[in-house]
């Protein structure tokens, strides 16, 4: 089984409506990230938390919310699904500062919003 | 503004050598790391360098010059399955990941 699970990792979706992508993980590491990857472009940060109790805003946070439900859940939510939120994303847990601070990715959420 | 730069695609043969460059203007520097990515999947960590010099995995070296922004990813004894995206990343002074847009390699037999 995967260490970084996210669930749906396909779905189609309509202008307007409210979409939740859900990330689990078992590494039983405290940060956890959300990140959307676009063709020709770089993994951009959307949310991040240090813990269950830290949520900050990545460089491309308006038109997402999330929540730290736990440890080891952290779900990124479109309030308000928009066509150039089509995208595929992806959930990543990481150790703290001491150690090299390497991703481990879940298996991505390909989101498409006609 | 921070900004990572690499080239966009590479075609290489199988069983030869290919070296994919990545230059970085970032805001302080607290690290580089290297990802692989095959196409549909999820990246996976390949190396990080933190200081300057050449850090070998198998058949996989990273090499890394902070005087000059700069770094490669060298790959030897090429394999088919080695045909994936390669992304380079720069952790900055506020220990944010700033990430190119990777290097798409193609591998021939």
């Known amino acids: 089984d995967a260490d970084v699970t996210q669930t749906p990792r396909n779905r189609i979706t309509k202008t307007g409506k409210r979409i939740m992508l859900e990330c689990s993980q078992t590494k039983g590491h405290d940060r956890m990230y959300w990140y959307r990857q676009d063709p020709g472009l770089g993994l951009r940060l959307i949310y991040y938390s240090f813990d269950v109790k830290d949520i900050n805003k990545g460089e491309i946070s308006d038109g997402y919310s999330v929540s730290r439900q736990a440890q080891a859940k952290f779900s990124l939510s479109l309030e308000s699904a928009i066509p150039n939120q089509t995208a595929l994303y992806f959930c990543?847990?990481?150790?703290?500062?001491?150690?090299?601070?390497?991703?481990?990715f879940g298996e991505g959420s390909r989101l498409t919003v006609l | 503004g921070q900004n990572i730069d690499q080239p966009t695609e590479m075609t290489a043969t199988e069983g030869a050598i290919v070296q994919i460059n990545c230059t970085y203007q970032?805001?302080?520097?607290?690290?580089l790391f290297w990802y692989q990515q095959h196409a549909g999947e999820a990246p996976t960590f390949l190396s990080y360098?933190?200081l300057d010099g050449l850090e070998e995995k198998g058949r996989f070296s990273s090499f890394l010059s902070r005087s000059k922004g700069y770094s490669y990813l060298l790959l030897k004894e090429l394999q088919m399955k080695d045909s994936a995206s390669y992304l380079c990343a720069v952790r900055d002074s506020n220990y944010q990941l700033i990430w190119g847009a990777g290097t798409k390699l193609i591998i021939k037999p």
């Open positions: 970032t805001s302080g520097f607290n690290g």
């Open positions: 990543a847990t990481s150790a703290g500062d001491l150690e090299t601070g390497e991703l481990f």
């Open positions: 360098n933190v």
